[in-house]
């Protein structure tokens, strides 16, 4: 028969699942950490494990991703996911304050599964078959930001204080690991069916559902309210305007390299900078906001996700460029063919998701007895110092250094990452941990689709002052002539920007049948050979790269910077009502949390 949980007068009364343990149980803490580091690991996963499995994908539903006008349909299946989660997870936080998180969870999980079922049934081929994926994907992302927005909060109801470092560094973690998993994980299935990269995930759903649905309890503070319909649509708006409009910056336009002087483009900046501004100015006058604004004015909350989205932008930009370094460059250069590059660039990447795995847990069990202001920022200076490390190598470097240095990285970003989580979580009260859960992701996720935008457009511009010289210096060397030389060089550098992050290589597209077969013979394997294209682009790759890195670097200590402010120094003095200095009383949903370094009774 099922039990009840007796009220201890803060919290409803919990009925357990037969089999199932209870909320009050000493061991659900471990049942909730588990649970929601699998549903925060399969919705990570599943970003990048698509990012490497493109080639695959691509061939799968016969469509050409170097033809220009197949550019949006990568664009969209490679960002579409992460732009939706930035956009979502905070309103999808905010549902689970009023709602339950529990609840929210376990419906995230579900909508998870389905969608990858959907995904892996794509009957169509070419823009269609593309248009089938990116619409399920965004449904899919929809799952995802309920699971991202909720997890931590789960978490942080469920441990006490003094645990919680640990119990989110674990969650984070395997959050931020799991882009770098899906990474060799993509690589393996995308050699066999690409289908199975969306297959590999419903197992995986079921049991978590199943388990979610039995197994975890609603232990945190739940408040009705009305949602803040006018702040969700102009965020979710505003928001997908801009990062929108950075994505097609990248893209070509009116025979310039970049778009950044398209109407388009340049609407959707300033429409969603206006929106973004209007959404402010609605939740600093609505009874019951969507983003509580008054958290900023805790230093803590405000540095915390500051130091979030600059380490989240330095991070992405890392990740996009090893894989072109990588599939693009150095592997053809070692004897890779182009069809097994993605294999192989997820298999070298391992000691990035072994730096992460590393030291993710143990700086959050760490700080918990430290304090974790010197972890987070230390963490994000070796991040720096890796990068600096980085720009040191030739194109054509030796593995071990690179190896260690990646590793150092993901040491880096581990050492970050759980501190960081714990003091924004703890820094809000109780009934508001859903809501910054799902700030804090947002800054994550927003931070992902930024990089991909801001590097791109980085590397674009490097490439364009110096590619069109090499490539038509390198074709006429090997008897191209130097009209179709030319014209070759005058092409977008986009396009071989992302014939390099795909692992192509497009010269024998580019050239065509007609004038390979005018060359020796000698010649024409020369150039759709495997160390030709590689070559040629190397040392304009490297230029743009130094632009990409030093970037990097100066977001990794700003951001180490913002973390340093985190605490006060001198006496401690007593904690006011948080945030702000307005109480339960005055402002609806805002209370006072449990003073740092008690244990809150799960």
Known sequence: MATKIPNNGRRRPVRAVRGAVAADHPRYKWVALSNTTLGTLIATVNASIVLISLPAIFNGIGLDPLQPGNVSYLLWMLMGYMLVTAVLVVTLGRLGDIHGRVRIYNAGFLIF????????????????????????????????????????????????????????????????????????????????????????????????????????????????????????????????????????????????????????????????????????????????????????????????????????????????????????????????DYADTPLWAGIYLVPLTVGFLAAGPVSGYLSDRAGARLFASGGLVVMALSFAGLLLLPTDFGYPWFAVLVFLNGLGGGLFAAPNTSLIMSSVPAEARGAASGMRATFQNAGMVLSIGVFFSLMVAGLAGSLPHTLTAGLTAQGVPAADAHTIASLPPVGTLFAAFLGYNPIQQLLGPHVLGMLPAANARTLTGREFFPQLISGPFHDGLVVVFWLAIAMSLVAAAASLVRERTGPRRPRRTRPGTVGPAERPGVGRPAPRGKARRP
């Open 113 to 336: 599964t389905l969608t990858s079922v959907a995904l892996s049934l794509d009957p169509l081929h070419g823009g269609p078959g593309a248009l089938w994926l990116i619409g399920w994907r965004v449904v899919q992302a929809i799952g995802g930001s309920m699971l991202m927005a909720n997890s931590a909060a789960i978490i942080t109801d469920a441990f006490p204080a003094h645990r919680r470092g640990m119990a989110l560094g674990v969650n984070i973690v395997a959050g931020i690991a799991g882009s770098f998993i899906g990474l060799v994980l993509g690589g393996l299935l995308a050699e066999w069916n690409w289908r199975s990269i969306f297959w590999v995930n419903v197992p995986i759903g079921i049991l978590g559902t199943v388990w979610a649905y039995r197994s975890l309890r609603e232990t945190g503070v739940r408040r009705p309210a009305r949602i803040d319909w006018w702040g969700n649509v102009t965020f979710a708006v505003g928001l997908t305007a801009l990062l929108a409009a950075i994505t097609y910056g990248i893209q070509p336009y009116g025979g310039h390299t970049m778009g950044w002087t398209s109407p388009w483009v340049m609407g959707g900046l300033f429409g969603g900078v206006a929106l973004l501004i209007a959404f402010c100015l609605v939740e600093s006058r609505v009874a019951e906001p969507m983003f509580p604004l008054a958290l900023f004015r805790d230093p803590v909350f405000a540095g915390g996700n500051a130091a979030t989205l600059l380490g989240s932008i330095a991070r992405g930009g890392l990740q996009f460029m090893l894989i072109i370094w990588l599939q693009g460059i150095w592997l053809p250069l070692h004897g890779y």
